[in-house]
Each structure stands twice: as structure tokens, then as C-alpha cells.
């Protein structure tokens, strides 16, 4: 069975320092995966994905992560925190089959520090 | 395009009452579905949507009604409230691209709901 495991679910950072969040998967299929950023109060939105090609993904407000397929982990960095980073980040891989669902892990609350 | 919206934002049940939970997307994907999102769970999927007329189970359906008569609509249905259903609840939608993967799928702001 497919299954994320995000590790920390707290990650505090000062504001300028590298960001990371990590990831790791299970699947038993080339999977697709994701990782979505959650502000308060506010529903989910797509940071960035794979689907197939280049290993490492840029996203938006300068997100990247890299599919690492021999680690089964997609970690999620940036090279700098921004106080309007502060959020909870979920990590997802898509079931690939026909419910199309989207598997998520358990969340990572990131709090940056002035 | 306003995306996929829900309403109502917060509502507050006693046990025992029914009440729907309406999603809406204006961007004609065929996939629709909804998540519920609990403390330290992530999300997880109740019922999915492939097309008008085409509803089926996910994870966690019991106590959850959905029927999907237009592309556009897709609401969630409590029949009799629990405790246990105090969540908050989101829709998304997409637009399915093979038998086994969709495009990106977009979430709506969600619903906060307590059941007393």
C-alpha cells in the first residue's frame, strides 16, 4: 500500500535560513508526487509536483524539491525562510489508480523565526 | 474563474441533525471529490466524483451521502451528525487526464465543522 511519512511535525527556522522539509514515500508504482502548502484558515494550495522528467522541481515562492527514486524521498527546500512562509506543508503521492486519490501525509507546521 | 468554492465557511451541528456541505467548481473538470482533514491525519478521502452521475467510495464514507447531477456541483451530504464528524472538510476538482491520473488537483477553502 502507498504511504507518506513526513518527519517533524514542527519545523522551526529563522527567517533567512535554509528551509527543509522531508518527505518520504511508499509505492509500488513510478508515483506522482506533490507537495502542498496550507495558510491558516485557507484551504490547500499546489507548491509544486512530479509527474515524470527532471528529478528536481522548482515551484512557486521559490519552493524546490527532488524525486530521489534510490531514497524513495521527495523533500521539500528553499534556500531562504520568509516570514510568510509560516504555514503547514503536506507532502501527497497519488495513488495511480482510477480513484485518483491523493494520499497525504501527516503535515509539517513550519514557524519562522524574526 | 472563481476556482472551487464551498460553502458554508463554519457551521455548528447538534448530533443527530442532517445538513449538506456544497462544493462548486467553474473550471469543468470531470474529477471531483472530498477530503476530511482531523488533527495530525493529513487529509483523507471520503467520496469521489469521475462525472455527472458517477459517485463512489473512498476511505472514509460512512455517515456521508454525495450525488454529482451537474459537472459544476458535488455536495456533500451529513444524514444524521456525530461528534466524530467534527472536521474540517474540503473539496477539490480536476480534470482527469488518463485512467489512473488527473491534472492538478485544486482545493476549496474549506468548512469547519462542529458537531456538538
Known amino acids: 500500500a502507498q504511504s507518506v511519512t513526513q518527519l517533524g511535525s514542527h519545523v522551526s527556522v529563522s527567517e533567512g535560513a535554509l528551509v527543509l522539509l522531508r518527505c518520504n514515500y511508499s509505492?509500488?508504482?513510478?508515483?506522482?508526487l506533490f507537495w502542498y502548502v496550507q495558510y491558516p484558515n485557507q484551504g490547500l494550495q499546489l507548491l509544486l509536483k512530479?509527474?515524470?522528467?527532471?528529478?528536481l522541481v522548482k515551484g512557486i515562492n521559490g519552493f524546490e524539491a527532488e524525486f530521489k527514486k534510490s531514497e524513495t524521498s521527495f523533500h521539500l527546500t528553499k534556500p531562504s525562510a520568509h516570514m510568510s512562509d509560516a504555514a503547514e506543508y503536506f507532502c501527497a503521492v497519488s495513488k495511480m489508480d482510477s480513484s485518483y486519490k491523493l494520499i497525504f501525509g501527516s503535515g509539517t507546521r513550519l514557524l519562522v523565526r524574526p | 474563474n472563481a476556482g472551487v468554492t464551498q460553502t458554508p465557511k463554519f457551521q455548528v451541528l447538534k448530533t443527530g441533525q442532517s445538513m449538506t456541505l456544497q462544493c462548486a467548481q467553474d473550471?469543468?473538470?470531470?474529477?471531483m471529490s472530498w477530503y476530511r482533514q482531523d488533527p495530525g491525519m493529513g487529509l483523507r478521502l471520503i467520496h469521489y466524483?469521475?462525472?455527472?452521475?458517477?459517485?463512489d467510495q473512498g476511505e472514509v464514507p460512512n455517515g456521508y451521502n454525495v450525488s454529482r447531477s451537474t459537472t459544476e456541483d458535488f455536495p456533500l451530504r451529513l444524514l444524521s451528525a456525530a461528534p466524530s464528524q467534527t472536521s474540517v472538510y474540503f473539496c477539490a476538482s480536476a480534470r482527469i487526464m488518463t485512467a489512473t491520473s488527473t491534472d492538478t488537483q485544486y482545493f476549496g477553502p474549506g468548512t469547519r465543522l462542529t458537531v456538538l
Open positions: 512530479y509527474t515524470t522528467g527532471a528529478t
Open positions: 509505492s509500488s508504482v513510478p508515483p506522482y
Open positions: 466524483s469521475v462525472g455527472a452521475g458517477i459517485t
Open positions: 473550471m469543468n473538470h470531470e474529477y
